[in-house]
């Protein structure tokens, strides 16, 4: 269903997406952290770091709860990390312009939700343990597999995905491998190869080639800003496999109108 040319249903969906990212952004954030720290993130109950009391409904409400308490621990008052409500307002606001990249509401909309959140579960996680899990990388193929009754030309989409990852996967590898000969160590996590040959079965060969740029990019940018030798490389081709998601036609089409 195409929304744009009704402005009152695109404020609403709008809306109501921001509500559910938040939602998922909280979830998201509590499953890093319980991977992190080696707990089981499915049985597990959602506590206090500092006091270790279980926490109720009303301090598990996205955004809200932050606000309403103050940032801290009702029951401890420890004051409490800001990056819970930033990855929840965070998620919501990249729920609703996934929605507005296209403005249409069907169901490939879900398979790219579903992919945010999976991205922003294992940038978390890398960020914390330098590892990106494999259980991530499974979930996103899964989510691929599932998005293919979900769109309209599905040889087109699978024979465009699976020559994207397995090119820009395989030249990853191999370039990493020669690196690593060269440098005689580890150039490149085996969890960043395996992330870009997820992704790059969304993306197909063309853009696939502008997300890897675009995380180089971004890679370099965090290595100058944060003026560290050693990044977790997972959150950089996170965030420009979203940036490809939204905007890389556009991108692909400008660069091409240039010649």
């Not at 998201?28 to 991977?35: D, K, L, T």
């Not at 270790?52 to 309403?68: M, Q, R, T």
Request: proline content about 2%; some cysteine; glycine content about 10%.
């Amino acid at each position: 269903m195409d929304l744009s040319n009704n402005p009152t249903l695109l404020i609403y969906v709008s809306v109501l997406l921001f509500i559910f990212g938040s939602i998922f952004g909280s979830f998201i954030n509590c499953v890093a952290g319980r991977i992190v720290a080696g707990k089981d993130w499915i049985k597990g109950k959602s506590i206090c770091e500092n006091c270790g009391h279980e926490l109720g409904f009303l301090d598990l409400i996205p955004i809200l709860s932050f606000v309403f308490l103050k940032g801290r621990c009702r029951y401890c008052h420890t004051k409490l990390s800001i990056r819970y409500v930033l990855v929840e307002i965070l998620m919501g606001i990249l729920f609703v312009l996934c929605f507005l990249s296209t403005k249409i509401l069907d169901l490939y909309l879900i398979s790219k939700l579903a992919l945010i959140v999976i991205l922003v579960g294992l940038s978390l996680v890398d960020l914390d343990s330098y590892i990106i899990p494999d259980g991530f990388i499974i979930a996103g193929i899964i989510n691929w597999i599932i998005s293919i009754f979900f769109v309209t030309d599905k040889k087109s989409y699978v024979l465009s995905g699976l020559a994207g990852a397995f090119l820009i996967a395989g030249m990853i590898l191999g370039l990493s491998l020669i690196m690593d000969k060269i440098l005689k160590k580890e150039s490149l996590g085996g969890g960043d190869v395996k992330l870009l040959f997820m992704v790059c079965l969304y993306l197909g060969p063309l853009s696939g080639m502008l997300d890897l740029f675009l995380s180089c990019v971004i890679g370099l940018l965090f290595v100058i800003i944060l003026k560290e030798r050693k990044i977790a490389f997972g959150p950089s081709i996170s965030i420009a496999t979203i940036l490809v998601l939204f905007y890389g036609g556009s991108i692909i089409n400008w660069y091409l109108g240039l010649f």
